[in-house]
Structures are given as structure tokens and as C-alpha cells.
């Protein structure tokens, strides 16, 4: 059973950075798809990026060029480095999984998630 663990989060001013981490364990199989979705209040939730066990990652267009997904497969973790952080980027982070790597996955599409953390929060002030 896959399951996720994910920590990290705090408040920031705006431009400002923080690290999150997920730990991961349970997958199959040598292939496998992480990745890093949120939820605002009163919004949808969303997805920031993924990546594929071995290496191509999408990013959401908001977060291109700010945001950066890694891996540290030694120790079945997971991080994502937020920098230039803006009031919009302020919610719930949710470390994300799917064993299959579903093209919906892949496209940051949550209903095709197979396993979330319990999220950890972002805040942002301006």
C-alpha cells in the first residue's frame, strides 16, 4: 500500500522560500509517479508538478521557474523547493502518488491520484 507522509510547511512573506518533504513508501514496482498538488480555501485542488520515477517532471504554469521537484531515492523522499513565494502560492500542499503513472496523473489532474499525504500548509503574506 502506497502511502505518503509530507511536512515542511510554515508562513513566509512574500518572495520568500521554503523546502517540503514527503516520505514515501510501498510502491511495487521500479516505476512510479510522485508529485505535489494544493488546495486553497474555497478553491479547487490542484496540481503544482509531478515526476516520474525515472526523471520527467511537469509543472503547473504558476509555478514554472519558482518551483523544483526532487528526489532522494536512498532515503524514499520526496521535496519540492518553493522560491519566490507569492500571496497566491498560500494553501494546503499535498504530497500526491499514483503506482501507475496515469496519463490524467501525469497531466495534474487529482482525481487520477492514487494516495495522498496529509498535507502540510503554506502561508504567504504580502
Known amino acids: 500500500q502506497l502511502q505518503l507522509m509530507d511536512s515542511g510547511g510554515g508562513s513566509v512573506q512574500a518572495g520568500g522560500s521554503l523546502r517540503l518533504s514527503c516520505a514515501f513508501s510501498?510502491?511495487?514496482?521500479?516505476?512510479?509517479?510522485l508529485g505535489w498538488f494544493r488546495q486553497a480555501a474555497g478553491k479547487e485542488r490542484e496540481g503544482v508538478v509531478v515526476?516520474?520515477?525515472?526523471?520527467?517532471?511537469r509543472y503547473a504554469d504558476s509555478v514554472k521557474g519558482r518551483f523544483s521537484i526532487s528526489k532522494d531515492t536512498e532515503n524514499n523522499t520526496l521535496y519540492l523547493q518553493m522560491n519566490n513565494l507569492k500571496p497566491e502560492d498560500t494553501g494546503m500542499y499535498y504530497c500526491?502518488?499514483?503506482?501507475?503513472?496515469?496519463?490524467?496523473?501525469?497531466?495534474?489532474?487529482?482525481?487520477?491520484?492514487?494516495?495522498w499525504g496529509q498535507g502540510t500548509p503554506v502561508t504567504v503574506s504580502s
Open positions: 500526491a502518488g499514483d503506482h501507475y503513472c496515469r496519463e490524467g496523473f501525469l497531466r495534474l489532474m487529482s482525481a487520477f491520484v492514487e494516495a
Open positions: 510501498g510502491y511495487r514496482s521500479s516505476r512510479y509517479c
Open positions: 515526476v516520474e520515477s525515472d526523471g520527467p517532471t
